[in-house]
């Protein structure tokens, strides 16, 4: 436990990611604890957000074989050959684009899992446990994604 | 990328919604951003957080037939006609008052959903991708709801 | 609404947990107002966030029959008893440990549950609704737990 009284630090970055398969796991975490060493802080919090509405932020162990466990829980929430309403383009009259996909299943996935993710930085370092990483999980690639990067906090 | 070290500055306000469905999504993007640009930061955090069990804080697109999609999906982990322990007003014995509701499955909605959402602000504007808009989900309604709403960062 | 120009203060503990049983929601509402009180920001974020990937971070009602419905969700959405990839120690490779345990439910619990909330602090106090606690959920116990929480805001 400690309490700083610091000169304020706000340092925000983008992280960009060229995605290479429908359904993937990104593990951002090196480049994020450079982002937040690039801003100084010694304490304060890093909010990793994802912009897109068919990607994820989420932190949990970077295993394979779970990431394989992942992509089945999500497909037995929100089957990705079942109908949905955002892709029944005789219907739908808004957001409507050329080449539109059908994708409300990464819709659906996006929504269990969150957008965002709020980590400490405390004694100089990311607060991340042992088997914590943290992914951009791609849920209807492969696309260009971006994702920000917000660091806020204090020096000693 | 930027770095300031700027004078800190914490902006508290509400949002009071009354919702007219027992399961709704209301838009609060433009109302989030009125409050973002009243703090009058340059760049940080912006943290929407929902002051109820049976409600929800959810980042996504707009499209209404994607959000009866989103209203399936609910339906299906949580089913609006199953049984629940916490309907047992026979057993329960546990925060009890008059006129309570069967609502069960939409604290089971609330629980997947989750109830607040962290945006990144930064070059005088809340990073948000081109489909992205903010959303407070009714679960249990129609309710007046109120949202907190806190925006912390720095001035350039 | 209220607009605060602060000696910015930046608090960091960590809180200790005990687990008991396989599956667990452990309240940790007054430990977590206790700490924020220690930092003494009037107005804020405060981020609680798991250090573990069988562990979730949620915010809901402290009811026990509530909380048996939440377990009997979870076990629908990953059921406790079916194969997951990630507990084939013959096929992985991967983070394998002495004493690994088959766990590939508790992870995806946890993905869907998420790892972090944050809350915000306002008029010296935190921001909860009526009905709202903060939990730590064990997924995989009984173990030894360590939740991180960061106070970052201003004094007036």
């Keep these: ?8 630090i706000c340092h925000h970055g983008r992280i960009r990611v060229s995605t290479e398969r429908a359904m993937q796991f990104i593990d ?4 994020i604890e450079a982002l937040a ?3 100084g802080i010694h304490a304060g919090l890093v909010n990793i957000q994802s912009l897109h509405t068919t990607t994820a932020i989420v932190v949990n162990e970077h295993e394979p074989l779970l990431l394989e466990d992942f992509d089945a829980l999500l497909g037995r929430a929100a089957p990705r050959d ?3 309403r955002h892709d ?12 539109e996909r059908p994708n409300g299943h990464a819709h659906c996935h996006a929504l269990l899992l969150g957008s965002s ?3 400490n930085f405390a004694e100089g370092r990311l607060q991340l446990g042992r088997w914590q990483r943290v992914f951009l999980v791609e849920l209807d690639g492969p696309r260009l994604r971006d994702v920000s990067v917000l660091v806020l906090g204090g020096v000693r």
Tied chains: 1, 2, 3.
């Design 28 to 31: 951002l975490t090196s480049r």
């Design 1 to 8: 436990m400690e309490t700083l009284v610091p000169a304020a």
């Design 37 to 39: 060493a690039e801003a």
């Design 88 to 99: 029944d383009m005789e219907t739908r009259t808004v957001n409507l684009g050329p080449g």
């Design 82 to 84: 079942a109908p949905y």
């Design 117 to 119: 993710a709020s980590l």
